[in-house]
């Protein structure tokens, strides 16, 4: 129904334990009825993002995939942003596997100290790769 | 043609499913249509006493499935109106004694002379469920403004749709609404947003049902019981007639009845 009217008839604002409630129960429906537990959910989720990961470069960091209703049917929705695509760049399979180098493109961010030079590490660190 | 079988169920317990069936099987008695009220919640026998039917109890569904008796001799008639009839459930039985094909004949022969068949499903998802679902042209799924009833609720109607017998139609009994403006209890808005199915009455706690039921006569006989009116307003959405559910206790009543007009007038 139309937002306005929710709006003017004070119904969106959050109050007392029955907007919790409604929470509470959505959140237990989304599971319910496809019949998935929450940790099961996101093990399928990380196993489509590895399938996926294994044809193009995916933005780690913007993925977002998540049940939804519409009406009584549930969905899947997934948006899986590919990173930009690079100059000259050919994924290596040590780089797939992940072993962190000096100067490699994504430095674990704990031993991540050289002052000076935050920011854009992007053209560094792709060029040294060669 | 014939009557149209309507199940009221609800997967929890003690919701309102027979204070409804009761209530519906009256009402639309009382509008002049022909209704067989069936309580299909075998060893728990209970609608005969909400309808004050108990000490006239012969015959029961159980006898006439088992062809113990004809399925008019387990028929009792209703004192006030001769064409409302109940078919009690067997008391000393189990749901294994009836099955689905069982209710689906039972119905098939009652059908061509009544109205309204109205069948009181047992709490569950189980066997006596499944009784009660098999012959239903509609479903109404009862449940209270409380996450254990609305989620169980959602299972009833998701069990429903894979029969496709769904999704039925939603009665939200036992609101209080003085809870709902404090926010303290979902209002009818939330269920619907929730379960997202047709609301075809709001039941509001009422403090009538009780002493009601205690006298077998059900409280849509009381004109001024506010439950009473939402059970009449229910009987007649389910004869057709078009009238709006409003939950008019709820803050704005008034400018909220306005607003429904104007938005079911668009997707009317
Ligand atoms: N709107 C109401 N206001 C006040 N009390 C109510 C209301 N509806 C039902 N009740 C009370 O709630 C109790 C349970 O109702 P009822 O027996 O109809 O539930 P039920 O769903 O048939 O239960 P069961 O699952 O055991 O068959 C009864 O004591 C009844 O009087
Ligand atoms: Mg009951």
New interface residues.
Partial sequence: MSGFFERMLGRNAPKGSSSKAKERLQFVLVHDRINLPPEQLEAMKQEILRVISKYVRVDDKKVDIALQQRDRDSLLVAEIPFQKRREREEPEEDEIEGKPQLGDETPPASNHIEGGESGESGSKSRRNRR | MGAKVVTITSGKGGVGKTTTTANLGVALARMGNKVVVIDADIGLRNLDVVMGLENRIVYDLVDVVEGRCKLRQAMIKHKQFPELYLIPAAQTRDKSAVSPADMIQLTDHLRPEFDFILIDSPAGIERGFRNAVAPADEVLIVTNP??SA??DA??I??LL?AENKG?GQLILNRVKSDM?R??????A??VT?????RLIGIVPEDESVIPASNSGTPVTLNEHSRAGQAFRDIARRLMGENIPVVPVDE??GF??RI?KLF?SGNDG
């Fill in positions: 409380e996450v609305v989620r959602d299972r109607i998701g749709e999704p709902v404090k926010g303290e209890m979902l209002s808005d939330d947003d929730i379960l997202a199915i803050p704005n400018l909220r607003v938005v």
